[in-house]
């Protein structure tokens, strides 16, 4: 069993619903691949520094930026018929691991 799917047991619990969920991971590990959105605070750290005047803004704007590029990649692939999926459960139990990073998971 993977981190996923030890994820997704402790919040599903029965064994009977859980083949429902672990044919759904099934799926995903059949897409084409996966996607991750990094911000990396220490750029935005840097540019605060550079131009205290607009310090405050620079967490905003790298979060805006970040929802940007995330809607441009989601819309590309919808345009090709390739469905992507959010993974936030995943991300939440791995937030450690992706320090804030988003995971879009590209398959059918």
Do not use: C
């Not at 996923?4 to 009977?16: C, M, P, Q």
């Not at 605070?41 to 405050?56: C, F, I, N, T």
């Amino acid at each position: 069993m993977d981190i996923t799917e030890e994820t997704l047991k402790a919040i599903v619990g029965d064994n009977e619903q859980f083949q429902a969920t672990k044919d759904k991971i099934a799926g995903f590990r059949a897409g084409a691949g996966t996607v991750l959105f990094f911000e990396d605070k220490g750029v935005v750290r840097s540019m605060q520094e550079a131009a205290p005047l607009y310090a405050d803004q620079f967490p905003i704007w790298a979060h805006q930026t970040n929802a940007m590029h995330q809607y441009v990649i989601w819309t590309a692939l919808a345009s090709l018929d390739i469905e992507p999926t959010y993974s936030t459960i995943i991300q939440l139990s791995i937030k450690e691991s992706l320090k804030n990073g988003i995971s879009l998971t590209i398959g059918n």
